[in-house]
């Protein structure tokens, strides 16, 4: 760095002025660091001090300096090796110190050096290196050592860090480690490797490497340990006393002994096994999968080869044929092993179970714990302030007063005003103020409108918008308002830093809030100044712009010259004071709302009278005002009270106090001002820049008065000050803290000491006690105390009580903390136009314990939490808006960010900038931590930072963090001062708008009520069973069928429809023909390209011809046996259609393959080879440039192309027919085999008969109405499945025509598909998801423009999608909605449902009733269980029947554990009985018991002769109200899922798809997710569609809305560039695949979030 070597303070005062309005710049982000520190550097450059190049700094520990608790650090010691005084205000991570405590921190420091034992190995989260440019570390600065933030009494930070956390000082290396060097290093760990996250030292620490270890810590970590190698991470406070410690450990009092078990578990011993696995419950029935290429083989040998074989959920045997090489050693496994082993820890003992397994889970209110402490003394009395003096000179009203100074002592100073270098810029006298203000009240009442026409009436709301830098404006409007009898309402300037794409975005959070407190008030005119009008942001023709939630408002300037001189006799009527609203204060909630608190003519009189009684003000004295004088305590001393009392107010901008942080105690010393009001920031400011002089006095000041003197972390900074400032004349008694709110004003103050009275009290609390609400004084543990300064005495004419912050306004005991609620006339009346939430915060009636009411008069409450001391003096503990309340303990969200700010930020931390909120999520508040991150911090070390505050708000406030976000500096939303705004950060975290660019979940650790995991039951079958679940029951068992194939006997009919005579023919090639004699010239398929031309016809004859050359070639090139396998590798066309009939024609069995792609041969060339090897095909059917391709020298860098069997090219062949054309002898004989890999990664080849194929086309042929006549057009993958089957099997089958449109075409014409449609009137389509998904995303917004070009849709009247999976609900209905302007009949899209044993099962046909919507409950889906609930109901779930069940098939719904038929509305395993089933898997090695298990098993008991196939797929059958085409009552089949995918977590059953659903609704950016488990842990892996800065906003939004939907706690979260989750042709997400990438560290995500 440039400084290295100057002495700042040598410096010339004007280069240390130009360098402090850098440093300032570069914090308000006016600035970026390279120019920051090239300007500071060319400032610098004259006084740089030579020094000899050195190796880097070692940091020798520093001496401490003299034990005082100030806020400065002591002057460098001679060991350290630069001098570094850069300005220490403004240093970039200065700890902010209204948290300031050196107790507090030792606390930290001590609490943190208890987990130094412990191996903490958190993994770090991935990050892309592209996504957050952090600055080059070159630029970094070393630690700053004079920083004001340093403690003394704590440990230092240079060198001791290492000795404090246990560090191994061999890990101190000065080299900056990489953070996945680090990782590795911490995880191949032995024992000896220290994998504390705290042991990450980033460079520059340390002693160098060679040292030794020098401390026996890092000895005794060499020698084997018995003690578990991943101990827990955060350990219970007081763990270590059940540890054998070394040190001696102080024995606790035995009434905490039972406070103390309660939060502890005694730390695994060795005897004691390995701790307990809280990840999962059920262990899930997966094993070790084989390395063999990208995908699974269903059908080999059990005994074969054990280690290869995988079991499936249902049991079934598989085996893998996929890529599983997971290197052992991969990044991504290791740290998942990482977050495992800190799981694996003993968890804070969870509270009593919310929910317990019933149907319904129902929340229970947890127990509460025995050992609690509770309240014992007696119910607290009202305490009473002293009376309120009667004075006899006391005005009649406030105006009154001004009205007085201004003509008796005119030339008395009211008001000076600073400029912006804290020089006086003008001063405002009594005489001038009452003139102007008696100006402006003479202009707003009479001249705003035409002539004779009044604009406003007395009692009408006007806002005023001035700047904080211009006082006298505002006291001139305000006085001005009050005179006039209008109502001011002061609010802050709008800002607008930016302009958005959206228009205008305030700089300032909460202003569209603003908006609202503007209608409530019914607000229609606005004062302002000239300067800030001009400063407004306007629209492009002048006028001020409508800002976002503002009502229209009228803009008046008020500046002299624009103000009328009223008439001779025109006087201002000043009434007495009455109840009517004098001013509107606008005030925040914790929710972010702004409302406005009305306070009353009288009550403002009163409470200037009371403040004038409690702090002795006399006429005359000068008051130096550094708060903000628009509202609160800025406004009732330094506007209101001072005006009453003639007092001189000199008026402090927050801007000068930026500039120069000692203007105010300069101010004090130069006008010998006898009153100061401060905030705790300016304390701590003026002590940080105090040495810049020396001659100030602060003797005059009789009263300091401490603004937020109630926050309890103000006693460390008022001591600091004092400590400071006590040898420039200040005097101890003087500093006045005191506590008050918008609603009831002033509550109490400290009253201005005597020379040598006693000082005031402290109480130092437990925290612990304070979490249950009670008063306890901390003796035992030091380290969870809370040190609190009384805030003096009730207001004069007050009544004060404590009553209970939630639920009916009780009052409390004695030991109890509470709200503090006000009886007095000197407070708000009410929120104005807001009479709903008036009434619970300004009517409240304290009641006694048996709940009567303690009497007639209202109370108001006041917000702040805090209890009544000795000598009824009054403690505030927190604030109302700062609670936050965890499975029933309060926490003050101050005392967190204190602790968080003790964990030296210094190198994380920006400007101590911390937010703390809590969220909702499932059933209780989550702790949410917010800090902005310096510009120079390193990855690791916030990283580090952020581990740490985890455990030390573990230790110090026993609560877990839910999650801990950086975001980068200056970006978090400010409120007008500059301080965080809390409701709109909490907003952002919620809505993903937050962009942090570091974060770390703790789900884990936090989440306590989750419900019991489902112990499953031993499943036994018995006669009674058989009884209760059917027929006792009077359930019907699920079973439904289609109709009747049956057989058309009557010659003539078939004649008429053109049909080829079914008892004559079985077979597919008998039938192609009989049509290529009866029907030579009848086409049967059109085949188009991307612009909708027919490249290729095939008739009848043409189709048979082609068929026999190629089966001519076959017998000759191919020397084919009958039997053999023959793989067809084609595009989508006809050219695939022919070489099928050739293979039957040759008595080949014929294999259909996707071909490879030719831009991703590494990806899909293994899938082909390793079908090729399964099938044992003797040859390959193919194209000219398929062949080149299976033949290039890419291939060959993929698969052995030597070993390739016999390829064909059948594009070129002879004119050659076969001798003779095969034909089988029994229908059983196989026609082909199907294979296709399912969404789980199994490669499944099914062998399909003769017979199957005639009996699956009739049972389409009847479903769909198909004959000659008709035209159907197919855009589907034809490869497998009943996609095959309509491609190249139907046509030929029953002689309708199809058209055939390859879904790859409508990558290049989207349309192509829907226009087809139009073009041919085509009344049936069949489609695939991913065809409809296209369709959707990309012509969704285009349906006017096809409209124009004359596309119409009103001819479909089916369009069916082809899948074997649930029907995709949303999808479905997307697309009807959309193409409903195109004529598409809403009734016209319904869902197929095949699976691999039977490959239709259900097709929505031409006739019969609709497909129903059910609705079902989630909740009860995962205990197996269907719960029908009605529409919108919560965790409901939609699902759609799946399509008709085809003609021919029978289902049944059976238990799969007990193979026992099950009852309606029952979910079950669907079992299929029909004529088209496979006839088995086609195995390699001839297994049997896998086939009788999945293609010929029987029912354990009902009808035990019925052979069945099972699906593998979970659904239900329900009897609808619908009648079906006999007249009987309609039974709908619903699939819910595959059982194969489903995840098995916490002993319920979980399908991805409804986890996937969540997630994608979770953020607008979400473009596409999927999930797996590894390890029972949930692994989200989710597609950025937005910007990268968005990517880890995802994190916490996915984390939530997985455990408030799901009860799952994910444990990854991975977030991918769009197009990373594999999904198939048939548009299923291949998730096993994703899963192996992810694992084998393939994937390049953005970012991967370990969830503690």
């Not at 035990?1504 to 085409?1525: C, H, I, M, N, S």
């Amino acid at each position: 760095m440039a400084d290295r070597g100057v002495d700042m303070s040598a410096l010339p005062k004007e280069v240390r002025d130009q360098l402090a309005e850098l440093d300032l710049e570069l914090s308000e982000g006016d600035i970026t660091q390279k120019g920051y520190e090239k300007k500071r550097t060319k400032l610098l450059a004259p006084y740089i001090i030579q020094t000899p190049v050195e190796p880097p700094p070692q940091y020798e520990p520093q001496a401490p300096g003299p034990s005082s608790s100030s806020g400065h650090a002591p002057p460098p010691s001679s060991s350290s090796r630069y001098r570094r005084s850069r300005r220490p205000h403004r240093s970039g991570g200065t700890r902010d110190d209204r948290y300031r405590s050196d107790i507090h921190s030792e606390a930290v420091q001590a609490a943190l050096a208890k987990h130094k034992e412990e191996k903490m190995a958190l993994p770090m989260p991935t990050k892309r290196r592209s996504t957050y440019v952090q600055s080059p570390i070159e630029t970094r600065t070393p630690p700053d050592s004079s920083s004001g933030s340093e403690d003394e009494a704590s440990v230092r930070r240079q060198g001791s860090v290492g000795v404090l956390l246990g560090a191994p000082q061999s890990l101190a290396q000065p080299n900056l480690q990489s953070p996945d060097s680090w990782i590795n290093r911490s995880v191949q760990g032995s024992s000896t490797s220290s994998s504390s996250a705290s042991s990450t030292l980033s460079h520059g620490e340390g002693k160098p490497q060679s040292q030794p270890p020098s401390h026996p810590q890092a000895q005794a970590q060499a020698q084997p340990q018995y003690k578990p190698q991943y101990q827990p991470q955060y350990q219970p406070q007081y763990q270590p006393q059940y540890q054998l410690q070394p040190q001696p450990q102080p024995q606790p009092q035995p009434a905490a002994v039972a406070e103390m078990l309660a939060h502890t578990r005694i730390a695994p011993s060795e005897n004691r096994g390995p701790p307990p696995d809280v990840t999962a419950a059920a262990p899930q029935v997966r094993g070790p999968r084989v390395d063999l290429p990208n995908a699974v083989v269903r059908g080999m040998s059990r005994g074969q080869s054990r280690s290869s074989m995988m079991e499936t959920a249902d049991g079934r045997g598989t085996y893998s044929l996929r890529e599983t090489r997971v290197p052992v050693n991969s990044r991504v496994s290791t740290k998942i092993q990482q977050l495992l082993n800190t799981l694996k820890r003993p968890k804070r003992p969870p509270l009593s179970e919310f929910f317990m397994d019933d149907t319904e889970e129902i929340v229970e209110v947890p127990q509460p714990d025995p050992n609690t402490p509770r309240p014992e003394g007696r119910q607290i009395i009202p305490v009473k302030g002293e009376p309120l003096g009667v004075v006899s000179n006391w005005p009649p009203a406030l105006q009154a007063s001004l009205a007085r100074w201004g003509s008796t002592q005119a030339k008395s100073p009211a008001l000076t005003a600073l400029d912006i270098t804290g020089k006086p810029l003008y001063t405002l006298t009594y005489g001038k103020l009452w003139s102007r203000s008696v100006k402006l009240a003479y202009t707003l009442l009479n001249k705003l409108g035409p002539k004779n026409e009044q604009v406003l009436k007395p009692g009408d709301r006007v806002a005023l918008v001035y700047p904080n830098s211009d006082p006298g404006m505002f006291w001139v409007a305000f006085y001005g308002c009050l005179l006039a009898e209008v109502i001011p309402v002061p609010i802050e300037v709008p800002l607008s830093r930016k302009t958005t794409a959206t228009g205008w975005s305030l700089g300032d959070a909460g202003n569209s809030q603003v908006g609202f407190l503007l209608g409530s008030c019914g607000v229609g005119l606005a004062l302002t100044s000239e300067i800030c009008l001009k400063g407004l942001p306007k629209t492009p023709t002048g006028e001020i712009l409508q800002f976002k939630g503002w009502p229209r408002l009228k803009w008046v300037v008020t500046d002299s010259k624009y103000l009328t001189k009223p008439s001779k006799d025109w006087q201002p009527h000043i009434p007495t004071a009455n109840t009517d609203p004098a001013y509107i204060e606008y005030k925040a909630s914790k929710e972010g709302t702004v409302m406005g608190v009305a306070v009353s003519k009288v009550a403002m009189l009163t409470h200037c009278q009371a403040l004038t009684q409690a702090c002795n003000y006399c006429e005359g004295e000068t008051l130096v005002n550094v708060l903000d004088f628009k509202k609160d305590m800025g406004l009732w001393h330094g506007v209101l009270a001072a005006v009453m009392n003639r007092i001189h107010t000199i008026s402090v901008p927050y801007a000068v106090m930026k500039a120069c942080p000692l203007s105010w105690v300069q101010r004090v010393h130069i006008h010998k001002a006898r009153v100061a009001l401060v905030k705790c920031r300016d304390l701590h400011w003026a002590m940080m820049a105090h040495r810049d002089q020396r001659d100030t006095s602060l003797a005059s000041l009789r009263m300091l008065i401490v603004a937020d003197g109630a926050n309890p972390w103000s006693v460390s900074s008022c001591d600091a000050f004092l400590n400071v400032f006590q040898s420039h004349g200040l005097k101890p008694e003087v500093i006045c803290p005191c506590a008050a709110s918008p609603d009831a004003m002033t509550v109490a103050i400290r009253r201005p000491g005597v020379p040598g009275a006693p000082l005031p009290a402290r109480a130092i609390l437990s925290m612990g006690g304070l979490s249950h609400g009670v008063i306890r004084v901390n003796t035992e543990d030091k380290n969870s105390a809370l040190t609190v300064q009384d805030v003096g005495h009730v207001m004069p004419g007050a009544l004060m009580c404590i009553v209970k912050p939630e639920g009916p306004p009780q009052l409390c005991k004695t030991d109890e903390i509470g709200e503090i609620v006000i009886n007095s006339r000197a407070g708000g009346n009410m929120y104005y136009g807001l009479p709903g939430v008036t009434k619970n915060t300004f009517e409240v009636i304290p009641v006694n314990a048996s709940g009567a009411p303690i009497g007639e008069i209202p109370f108001v409450r006041s917000g702040l939490l805090g209890f009544v001391g000795p000598g009824s003096l009054i403690f505030i503990v927190g604030k109302n808006e700062g609670l936050l309340m965890v499975s029933g303990r309060r926490h003050n969200a101050d005392d967190l960010v204190a602790t968080a700010l003790a964990v030296e930020p210094v190198k994380t931390v920006y400007r101590g900038r911390i937010s703390v909120f809590s969220a909702t999520v499932f059933y209780d508040e989550r702790i949410v931590i917010v800090a902005e991150q310096r510009p120079d911090a390193s990855e690791e070390d916030s990283f580090q930072w952020m581990s740490r505050v985890l455990q030390a708000i573990d230790s110090i406030h026993q609560v877990g963090l839910y999650c801990l976000a950086l975001v980068p500096a200056n970006t978090l939303p400010k409120t007008p001062l500059g301080g965080i705004h809390i409701s709109e950060t909490k907003q952002n975290f919620l809505d993903g708008t937050l962009h942090p660019c570091n974060i770390l979940m703790c789900p884990h650790t936090c989440v306590t009520n989750l419900p019991k995991p489902r112990q499953k039951q031993p499943v036994g079958v018995g006669p009674a069973s058989i009884m209760v679940g059917n027929l006792v029951a009077g359930k019907r068992i699920a079973q439904a069928a289609g109709r009747d194939l049956g057989m058309i006997e009557d010659q003539d009919l078939v004649r008429k429809l053109c049909m080829w005579p079914t008892m004559m023919h079985q077979f597919l090639t008998e039938a192609l023909q009989w049509r290529a004699q009866t029907d030579p010239d009848h086409v049967l398929y059109v085949l188009l390209n991307a612009k909708g031309v027919a490249v290729c016809t095939a008739t009848c004859v043409q189709l048979h011809k082609r068929a026999e050359k190629i089966a001519a070639a076959l017998t000759e090139k191919g020397s084919i046996n009958t039997g053999d396998n023959v793989v067809l590798l084609y595009p989508p066309g006809v050219d695939l259609i022919a070489s099928f009939y050739g293979c039957l024609y040759a008595g080949c069995v014929p294999v259909t393959v996707r071909p490879p792609h030719p831009q991703n041969l590494a990806a899909t060339l293994p899938t082909v080879r390793m079908i090729i090897d399964v099938s044992k095909a003797a040859s390959i059917l193919t194209t000219q440039n398929l062949m080149r391709i299976l033949r290039s020298k890419e291939a060959a860098a993929t698969v052995n192309i030597k070993t390739w069997p016999t390829i064909i090219d059948t594009d070129d062949l002879p004119r050659r027919r076969p001798s003779q054309i095969y034909k089988p002898p029994t229908a059983e004989m196989i026609a082909y085999l199907d294979f296709s890999v399912s969404t789980t990664g199994m490669l499944t080849g099914v062998k399909i008969s003769h017979a199957a194929v005639s009996a699956l086309c009739r049972s389409i042929k009847l479903q769909c109405e198909l004959y000659s006549s008709r035209q159907i057009a197919i855009c589907l993958d034809p490869y497998c499945g009943l996609g095959f089957v309509l491609w190249c099997l139907a046509s030929v089958y029953s002689g309708h025509q199809s058209i055939l449109i390859p879904p790859f075409e409508l990558e290049t014409c989207l349309p192509l598909w829907l226009s087809t449609l139009s073009q041919y009137r085509i009344r049936d389509t069949f489609c695939s998801y991913s065809v409809m998904e296209l369709c959707t995303k990309g012509l969704g917004t285009q349906t006017e423009i096809l409209k124009a070009r004359g596309l119409s849709l009103s001819c479909v009247r089916s369009c069916v999608v082809i899948a074997e999976e649930r029907p995709r609900l949303s999808l479905t209905h997307s697309f009807s909605k959309l193409f409903k302007d195109l004529g598409l009949s809403p009734r016209a899209v319904s869902t197929a449902f095949g699976s691999r044993v039977n490959l239709a099962i259900c097709l929505q046909g031409t006739t019969g009733p609709d497909p129903s919507t059910v609705f079902v409950d989630m909740k009860s889906l995962r205990h197996d269980r269907v719960r029908l609930v009605e529409r919108g109901a919560p965790q409901s779930l939609p699902l759609m029947e799946s399509g008709k069940i085809l003609p021919g098939v029978r289902v049944i719904i059976v238990n799969p554990e007990t193979r026992g038929p099950l009852g309606d509305s029952h979910l079950g395993e669907i079992w299929v009985n029909s004529p088209h089933s496979a006839s088995g898997y086609y195995t390699i090695y001839g297994e049997e018991s896998l086939q009788a298990d999945h293609f010929n098993t029987k029912l354990s008991f009902g009808d035990p002769q019925t052979l069945w196939a099972r699906t593998g797929y979970l659904g239900f059958v329900k009897r609808t109200e619908l009648l079906d085409a006999s007249g009987d009552r309609h039974d709908a089949l619903f699939v819910v899922g595959s059982l194969d995918e489903t995840l098995e977590l916490r002993g319920l059953r979980y399908h991805p798809i409804d986890i996937e659903t969540s997630v994608s609704r979770a953020h607008r950016s979400i473009a596409e997710s999927a999930v797996f488990t590894w390890t029972n842990l949930l692994v989200v892996v989710s597609e950025l569609c937005g910007s990268e800065q968005d990517a880890l906003d995802l994190v916490p939004l996915v984390t939530n809305v997985v455990l408030e939907e799901h009860h799952l706690i994910v444990g990854v979260v991975v977030i991918v560039d769009p197009g990373v989750i594999p999904i198939n042709s048939r548009g299923e997400k291949q998730r096993m695949h994703l899963r192996d990438s992810f694992l084998a560290d393939q994937l390049d995500p953005i970012y991967v979030a370990y969830n503690m």
